[in-house]
């Protein structure tokens, strides 16, 4: 690991000052990511700034019945939070399908929106990869690519976005907010991460010095149930091969209101508008969530070796909209 210079800071000014005019400098949440990849030598920040002791560690209730989530509030902390539990169990159910007990006590919520792509390719500096060093190549196009994209890929790069509560966010329709030399700003979070395209090095619009400092969740609509599900190679600390997370509302028999996003299908959480057209005012039944996920998946482009997302995809949408649709059969 190379030397670098090492910051903790008190307040969102500060952080933001230290890292002005510094395009080597990163900030430290939990870390859980970030220094992976420093000894993984895919990183080499000049500069930490230590962001953990901010005053952003708080789940606080809006007037509008919404929650603001601070962004360093642990991974355990929000899963565990009473209103995260009682009225978004689809975002506490997708933080606790991650990762393993210790680093939800470590990583923090805005790291994990900004956590990395776990593609071998990324991770190996003896191996080309546009994602880490723009104009390489991208060889798990051809090569080891079971794990990754099926939905929104380029030539560029087939990478996944790994996180779980990024997908849950999705669903809810959160907000992510940003501090930065310009000012604060607000970003829906469906459109906070990139697609590669041509720049796959851009995970997300984050712009250079900005600080993520916290997240805001919509009223729940009432009468709605939610849900996340996850389909990995390991029954835990494994990355999703595929995952949905939904919202329904059903009212005598008809759909009133769906959100339906995937994850671990494209390089950024998959919010599944075609399914979701679908869906509204249509009788809650197994043939409109096949036909629902039918829509969206007809855009999927798979690699050799990772068709069977596809499928898995499907029965995961289907089986989680019928549990969610009928409680009395839900497992």
Sequence with gaps: MKPFGYVQVASVEEALRAVAGQPGARFLGGGTNLVDLMKLGV???????????????????????????????????????????????VVSQALLAGASG????????????????????????????????????????????????????????????????????????????????????????????RLPGDRPDQDTVIRPGELLTALTLPPAAPGARSRYRKARDRASYAFALVSVAAVLEVRDGVVQRAA??????????????????????????????????????????????????????RSLAVGVLAGLADPATDG
């Excluded at 995260?84 to 169990?89: A, I, K, L, S, T």
């Excluded at 809810?172 to 829906?188: F, I, K, M, N, Q």
């Excluded at 869906?279 to 969530?289: K, M, S, V």
């Design 43 to 89: 990183e080499s920040p000049e500069l930490l700034v230590d962001v953990t002791r901010l005053p952003l560690d708080r789940v606080e209730e809006l007037p509008d019945g919404g929650l603001r989530i601070g962004a360093m509030v642990r991974n355990s902390d929000l899963a565990a939070a009473v209103p995260v539990r009682d009225r978004y169990p």
């Design 102 to 193: 210790q680093l939800r006590n470590t990583a923090t919520t805005g790291g994990n929106l900004l956590q990395r792509t776990r593609c071998l390719y990324f991770q190996d500096t003896a191996k080309p990869c546009n994602k880490r060093a723009p104009g390489t190549g991208c060889p798990a196009r051809e090569g080891a690519h079971r794990d990754l994209a099926v939905l929104g890929h380029s030539e560029h790069c087939v990478a996944t976005q790994p996180s779980d509560l990024a997908v849950a966010l999705a669903a809810v329709d959160a907000t992510v907010h940003l501090r930065g030399p310009d000012g604060e700003r607000s970003v829906p979070v469906t459109d906070f991460h």
């Design 260 to 313: 339906l996003a995937f994850g671990g299908l494209a390089h950024r959480p998959w919010r599944a508008r075609a399914a979701e057209e679908v869906l509204h005012g249509a009788p809650a039944t197994e043939d409109t969530f096949a036909r629902a996920a039918d829509a969206e998946l007809a855009a999927a482009r798979p690699l050799r070796d990772n068709g069977f997302k596809v499928p898995l995809a």
